[in-house]
C-alpha cells in the first residue's frame, strides 16, 4: 500500500515538474543589501500584475499568493491566459494599452525580438539580476556559462535568465532487456557494429519468440519530430543535423550539411536497404513510437533522456505497464571511436518584464528581490512550487512527495502553487526535492558516461533575425531531403551536394554568416 501512494506521489511530482515549464512570478526574495526579505509596516503594499498561461489558480487570494504578499508587502494582480490561446489573449491586452509586470509565457526568442522593437519590455542589466539575485545566477550559470544569450538583443539584456538542467543532458537508447537476452546480449550495444548486429537479430531471430518475422529493431520520428529522427546514430558521427557547430576549422557550420551528416546518412540508408529498420519511420512520430515498442514491434527506443527511463518516468511506466524489462544503454562510439550524445540544450527563453518597469526601480528591484527568494530558499521554493506542507506535500528527507490529496485533485491550482515561481522545476540546486536520492545517482549513473561529448546548439535559443527569414524553408528542404536519402530516393553523393548547395543558396548562407559573426563577438 505504501509502495503504492509513494508511485502515485511521484507521479505527482512528475506532472507537476512537466507543467512548469513556463509558471509565472510572484514570491519574496533576500534583500541583498539588508539580508532581510521582508518589507511589512505601514507601507501601502506595492501591486505587481503577473501574466502567466500555466498553473491558473482557482481564485484570486489563495495560499501561496497570500503568503508571499504577507512576507513582501506586495498585492499580485493574477493574470491567467488559456494555454493553447495565450498569445491572441496577450495582444488583445496590448491592444487595450496594459502590459503586465512580468510576462511569463510560452514565448519564443522570436517574441522577446518582436515585443522589445515594439517597446513592450523592460530591458534590465545582467550586473543588477546579478546584484539583486545573486545566488540563482550561480546557479543558471552553473548549468550554462550562456545563460544570457537568449536574452542578449541590440546590445540589451531583456529578463531573467531560465535553464532547463535535464536539456542538457544526452538522449540515450534504450532497449527491450528480454530482447536482448533472446539474441545472444548480456548488455546494450556499445558501437554502430554492435548496433547494427542487434537490428539485423531483432528482425531475424524472433526475439518475441511468436514464430513471426514482425519485428524490427527500430523506428524514427519522421512525422512529428525530425530534430530527432535517428539521432543516437548521427550523434556517433559527432553531429546533429538541426544544430550550428563549429567545423575542423574552427568556423561556424551547420550540422545537416556536413560530411559527418553525409556519412550517416549512408549508414541510415545502408540499414534501409537491409530491412533492418522500420520503413515506417517515414510517417512514425512519439504516439507510434510508443505503441510499436510496447506491442513488441520494434526492441529499441532513442527518443528519451534520463528522467524517461527512470522506472516511473515515461517510457519506463509504459514498459513496466507491459512486462517489458526497460535496459537503458550509453551512447555510441562512432568511427572516430568517440561518444557523443544529442541534447536539446539547456537555454530557454528568459522570464520578461513589461516595458514600465525599466524606470520603475523600486519594482524591478522587489520583484528580483521576490524571484531571488522563490528560486534559492527552500521554504519559498517548497511553498510556490509544491504548496502547503503537510496538506499538499510532505517531505522525505529533501523529496517533496506529493499527498493523495492533491495527486489527480484540484488542491494544487486551489493553493496557488506553480502559478508565482516562473522557475519550478528549473533550479539545478532545488533537483532535490524533485528527484529521490535514488534517481539522482540513476540520472548520474546515466549522464556521466566516461568520455561521452554531448551535442547542444551554438546557436541555441540565440537571437537571429535571419533565422525568422529563413528557418522554416531550410527545415523543409532538409526534412525532404534527408528522407529520400535514407530510403534511397535520393543519394548520399551528388544528391547531398546539390542539397548542400540548396540549402546555402536558400538563406542558408545568410544564417551562416550572421551566426559567424555572432560567435565572433561573444569570443572576442
Known sequence: MKQKRLLTSMLGIVLSASVLVSGCSGGGATDNSTGDISDKGT?????????????????????????????????????????????EQFNVMLASGQIPDIISVDGTVGDVVQWADQGILASVSQEEIKQYMPKYTADVESVDPNAWDPGTYNGKNWGVPKVWGEGATGFIPAYNGQWLKAIGYNEPPKNLAELEDVLTKFLNDDPDGNGKKDTYGLTGRGKDAQAQLFNTVFAAYGVAPYQFKLDENGKVTYGAITEEARNALKLLNKWY???????????????EIQTKFVSLRTGIIETGMWHHLYDDGYFGLI???????????????????KKYAMANGALQPPLLFGAQLEK??????????????????????????????????????ELAVITEA??????????????????????????????????????????????????????????????????????????????KAISGEANTDKDFDDF???????????????????????NK
Open 43 to 87: 507601507e501601502k503594499p506595492m501591486e505587481i500584475s503577473i501574466a502567466n498561461n500555466w498553473n491558473i489558480p482557482k481564485a484570486d487570494n489563495n495560499y501561496v499568493q497570500k503568503f508571499l504578499e504577507d512576507k513582501f508587502n506586495v498585492k499580485f494582480k493574477n493574470i491567467s491566459f488559456e494555454t493553447a490561446t495565450w498569445k
Open 273 to 287: 536497404k537491409a530491412g533492418i529498420i522500420d520503413p515506417e519511420f517515414i510517417t512514425d512520430g512519439n504516439s
Open 319 to 337: 514498459s513496466k505497464d507491459k512486462g517489458i524489462e526497460l535496459v537503458p544503454g550509453v551512447p555510441f562510439a562512432g568511427p572516430d571511436g
Open 360 to 397: 520603475d526601480d523600486a519594482k524591478r528591484i522587489k520583484i528580483l528581490q521576490i524571484l531571488e527568494y522563490v528560486t534559492t530558499d527552500t521554504e519559498g521554493y517548497l511553498t510556490t512550487v509544491f504548496g502547503e506542507k503537510g496538506n499538499s506535500y510532505n517531505l522525505e528527507g
Open 406 to 483: 492533491a495527486a489527480g485533485t484540484e488542491l494544487m491550482s486551489e493553493l496557488g502553487a506553480g502559478f508565482y515561481n516562473p522557475f519550478g522545476a528549473k533550479v539545478s540546486s532545488m533537483m532535490k526535492h524533485h528527484y529521490s536520492p535514488e534517481k539522482l545517482a540513476f540520472k548520474e549513473k546515466l549522464t556521466n558516461v566516461e568520455d561521452v561529448t554531448v551535442l547542444t546548439d551554438l546557436m541555441q535559443s540565440t537571437v537571429m533575425t535571419t533565422k525568422a527569414q529563413y528557418e522554416a524553408i531550410l527545415n523543409t528542404l532538409q526534412a525532404q531531403y534527408y528522407i
Open 500 to 522: 548542400r548547395s540548396q540549402w546555402l543558396n536558400s538563406g542558408g548562407q545568410s544564417e551562416l554568416d550572421e551566426a559567424q559573426q555572432i560567435y565572433e563577438e561573444r
